[in-house]
């Protein structure tokens, strides 16, 4: 009998992926049958929202419109998904292919054992990443750390990948009570939930490869950045 993943809601936020959309929808039918995938848009002014709804595959996709909503970011985009979420589990990823979908089902059977949160942890990082943008990304892992060390709180190996599954009703009953406590229009929702989350967890983790961003542009901003080294002294 074959294995289906019904039970899983894959999560995409996106904002003019139209190059890399299908692609990556494609990519994911092939890997994991039967699954459900909800595409949260922030505003795409591209084809992302025509190309989303015009697929024919085996996976159930909802796309969220989010244009109209007051407050944009990667990471409230990720939240709306999650409270829109109907099966017990969620994996988020990039539209961009940076992550790659065949690690899907090693986050599935993780999670399948009973643990709460699995982080993915880039073991290689694809092509060459400019000095300035290396140093930033061990500036703000390492800070990330010593925030939560200090904090006492859970903490993944990877705290900036923004590949990671969970179980829904975790997530979503924290929402109810601590949504503003996110840095709603930032990108690093992994780190904020780590912050926020009162309780120790059941973490496991998937090395995988980061791949290189072939269709559309980054969206990571200063605005972005200095949100995410602010909310490092954000209480919560």
């Not at 060459?128 to 703000?140: E, G, T, V, Y």
């Not at 990108?187 to 120790?200: E, G």
Request: hydrophobic share 40%; charged share 30%.
């Amino acid at each position: 009998m074959e294995k289906t993943y019904a039970d899983l809601t894959i999560i995409i936020p996106t904002l003019n992926e139209e190059e890399a959309i299908t692609i990556i929808l494609h990519k994911i039918d092939e890997c994991v049958s039967k699954t459900n995938i909800i595409i949260a848009d922030d505003g795409s002014t591209d084809r992302t929202k025509e190309l989303v709804e015009s697929f024919d595959g085996s996976i159930d996709v909802l796309f969220l419109d989010r244009k109209e909503k007051k407050i944009h970011g990667l990471t409230i985009s990720v939240l709306d998904a999650i409270k829109n979420c109907k099966t017990p589990m969620f994996l988020v990823m990039d539209g961009d292919l940076q992550h790659p979908p065949d690690k899907i089902k090693d986050f599935y059977d993780i999670l399948k054992k009973d643990y709460e949160l699995v982080g993915g942890r880039r073991i290689k990082v694809l092509g060459k990443w400019p000095l300035h943008r290396r140093l930033m990304s061990i500036m703000a892992s390492s800070a990330g750390k010593i925030s939560l060390f200090l904090r006492r709180k859970n903490k993944v190996k990877d705290i900036m990948s923004g590949f990671f599954a969970s179980k829904t009703e975790l997530w979503q009953k924290l929402l109810v009570e601590k949504e503003t406590e996110f840095t709603l229009e930032g990108y690093k929702v992994l780190f904020d939930f780590l912050k926020i989350y009162p309780s120790k967890l059941k973490i496991g983790h998937v090395d995988y490869v980061f791949g290189i961003r072939g269709y559309g542009e980054s969206k990571i901003s200063s605005k972005v950045i200095w949100l995410y080294f602010k909310s490092l002294f954000k209480k919560a």
